[in-house]
């Protein structure tokens, strides 16, 4: 039997259903082009001579969802609903859309791949092409939020029990992006996020996890238990997850802390990702953007810009 090869998606700025609903996709690309042409040519400078990318948002990411992008029927909440929190990671995610999503990237971690049931049913209302890991192993862009990154980039994911799926698809992404808003920026892990290490776990080894990660120096490992259901959670791969408190002489190395925890027998995945993310942008509530790179660099945009012109798309 002869298989047929997978046809490739589409690039972003071509996918023909928002093509459809921007009216032949011309006019909101060539304003984002030409905007951008405009913010490079009064980009500030850094000592080496290259222009800064994020001294001013584009309107990329508010062509790709602002006016006319938005499928019919798909609900976005209006910023001025929003929770102060909120509004600034939905800055952050602007930005980061801005400088990293380009019109050749043909896939894409969270906006083509979800890690989760909710973020799958948000592409498939979107109308936007649905794929899996399975089909695209290695994806361009991965855009993804965390519960805490740290001054190295090191982040703890997995607040909402979806840490192995999401790690797939940061691992096969060339770039992985974190989104996040301002609350979530600490020096060391832990700082801000107290509710522990989360750590995917087989059902049936839950009990012996519990006990090593104890031996181990987590004095109160917690099993996560459902909110709307008697019993643990589950994830979307049908395990557990425990949240483990550790101490900050552990987390002051957390890539050492995630081998000796994914060393454990009956552990499929820990919230810790370590030496994966290029950069991270975090929102303030005054509407600026500070982004922090992998090598050291720290950029703060406001993008205020590109809000207001998404914003005139949104339908609540």
Known sequence: MEVQPLAPLEPLAENPKLRAQRGGGSSNTAAAQAQS?????????????????????????????????????????????????DKAKRLAAYAAVDEHVKDHHKVLGIGYIPTGFQSKELIVKAGLNLGDVDQFPTIDVTIDG?????????AIKGGGACQLREKVLAEAATHFIIVADSRKDSKVLGTNWKQGVPIEVAPFA???VFVNL??????????????????????????????????ESYMRDPAELLHRIKM???????????????????????????????????????ASEGL?????????
């Not at 004095?219 to 008697?230: C, F, I, N, T, V």
Request: with cysteine.
């Open 37 to 85: 042409g405009q913010n490079s040519r009064r980009a500030s400078h850094s000592g080496s001579g290259r222009p800064d990318p994020l001294s001013t948002i584009t309107h990329a990411s508010a062509s790709r969802i602002g006016p006319g992008v938005i499928p019919t029927g798909l609900k976005v909440v209006a910023h001025d609903q929003l929770s102060p929190e």
């Open 206 to 208: 839950w009990a012996k």
């Open 264 to 302: 454990l027998t009956g552990v499929l995945e820990v919230g810790l990702f370590t030496g994966m993310a290029e950069a991270a942008y975090f929102g303030y509530p005054d509407g600026t953007v500070m982004a922090r790179w992998q090598d050291g660099r720290r950029h703060t945009v406001d």
């Open 146 to 154: 965390a519960d805490e990154v740290d001054d190295e980039l090191n």
């Open 308 to 316: 207001a012109i998404a914003a005139k798309g949104e339908k609540v």
């Open 214 to 247: 104890q031996k181990m120096g987590c004095e109160k490992p917690l099993l996560r238990m459902g909110k709307m259901k008697a019993g643990p959670v589950v994830t979307d791969n049908g395990n557990f997850v425990i949240d483990a408190v550790f101490s």
